[in-house]
């Protein structure tokens, strides 16, 4: 079977952070892809790297950030080693990204309207006029109520929520083709963040917009994504379609992700938590990352690995663990 | 707006009042101006003559009522020395003062702006390291020194620019303005840097680290998310957002340069009424010391009016009903 061209396909992409304590490996390794039209849920606990690899896709990385390896590739063009003057072309034009704290995003003593032409004066010779009533458009797509007034307010004049419709506007004001969305809802009230899922879901679905939605929270995937892909300390321990995935986890720690998720109906029953802690990024063991927490761990697990891929009902699926490793691993190295 | 202004403007009144009694205890405390102005050879009634027409025989707050009640009318009373109003003696030599203060300030803004900005943006270069370096010796180097360094190389040695006075001047809406011409731009050159030279570091140092925290912002990613240059997010994302404590500081600043401009002109030999204050003092002058220090006072006042409103139009969140509590 010949799949088309994914709209993203990042492969071995690994961002370092050179501090102090030594070289901290934010995203390491971390394949994915994303079709056409396609949601792909990115899981993990905080710090696991997943804004940082969102951030790495879009060259967004600060120093002493650096993305060390890896190739980007959006439509087959390569972002990593793309002229900086084309990147800042595709972003916020054919890629845009949402970001976490809507109270943080807005510059605060900019008008939204401001705010909004300019996005669409970055990538396009349009009149003011005529990107105003886009910047409207734009506003009413969102559900903001009489945006052509609102757009002439600063954004403490918005709730959070609102705050957030802004940013989505902003972000899908050029139609692209990718969106990379992190966390977007986790500092919005509960039903809000419905809200806003919602709204970013079927704005994505009604045009043919990829998604990658960043997220600590695998209820949310459930109901929005077609791929999920987890993440462990700067790796993908596993990805694939998401009903495989959360039906039957490969990795005990999508397993264990799992287990901790609260349920309605299992009212009273003590909440099973992962034991231990994530490890530090900075000094991570040279096999499998989650082994020391991990209730299957045997000797084999402390042997560096890649990702084996398995075939599923669904479609293929990838996961990063000796227990699913057809390979004959080699024997473990002498513990030092 | 309008509760703002009056409340302001009676906040003011009672400031000028409580200056010009501590200023009129001062001048009577260091000494008899009669001993200063009259000959020393004078008769004791020829010095109760003098005393009786300056009106000093009267008891202190007798004198301090009497100028209270000409100042309301806007007299500030005659210069002791002089013979003119103090008033018009001070007008006449403000312009100089404050085209001096003000071309300082241009010189501030234009030099700090971009050397902070450039310094914040590459905090770890060779360049940004070397701004921040000079602005170190901008801070720590005595005005009076630099100003006659500034001398010794441009006009002794080298001979490039005048050393004293305003230069040929031009009329500008009635007053007097050197920078509009050639001559009286070369004259105003080095007092004004050399007036400057502390803003200009204050201005980088505050650009710069105004601008080191902006960048962290996340609306400064999300800017560079939405693909706009890198010009655009500089020079208006983070630029507007520095700014607030910029103007803030450089309106109180704006205040200090005018009120202590006076090493400057005394260096320069700048016509303005810093130099004027420092005679008076020595004079004992009273009249010209308290017109002269009510008219600072005012000044000050006006700047922080105009800085708090330029504060509300640079950031929406501050509403100036809000700033009058």
Redesign the interface.
Known sequence: MTEPLPVLDVSHLSTHFATAKGVVRAVDDVSLRVQSGQILGLVGESGSGKSMTG?SI?G?V?PPGKVVAGNVLFKGQNLLTMDPERL??????RI??I?Q?PM????????IE?QMV??LQ??QSISRSLARTRAIEALADVGIPSPAERLSA?P?QFSGGMRQRV?IA??LLNRPDLVIADEPTTALDVTIQGQILALVQRLCRERQTSLIWITHDLSVIAGLADQVAVMYAGRIVESGPVQSVLAAPLHPYTEGLLGAIPALHERGEPLRAIPGATPSLASLPTGCAFADRCPRAFAQCSVPLGETEIAGDAGPRRTRCWLHSPVPAPMPTIQR | MLVFLLRRVMQSGVALLVMSVLVFVGVYAIGNPIDILVNPEADSAEIERATAALGLDRPLWTQYLIFLQKAFSGDFGNSFVHGSSATQLILHRMPATLELAFAALVIAIVLGIPLGLWAGLRPESASGRTIMGLSILGFSLPTFWVGLMLIMVFSVQLGWLPSNGRGSTVDLFGLPVSILTWDGLKHILMPALNLALFKISLVIRLTRAGTQEAM????V?????????AS?IVG??VL??IL?PIVTVLGLELGSLIAFAVVTESIFAWPGMGKLLIESISLLDRPVVVAYLLIVVAMFVVINLIVDILYSL????IRLNAAAD
């Open positions: 951030f879009l967004l600060d800042r072309q595709l972003r916020g034009d845009a990204m970001f704290d943080m995003t807005l510059n605060p003593v900019l008008r401001t300019e996005t970055a990538h600063y403490h940013a902003i972000a | 962290l912002q996340d609306y990613r999300f800017a560079r998310a939405k693909g706009l240059k655009r208006v994302h507007k957002n607030i640079l950031d929406p969140r």
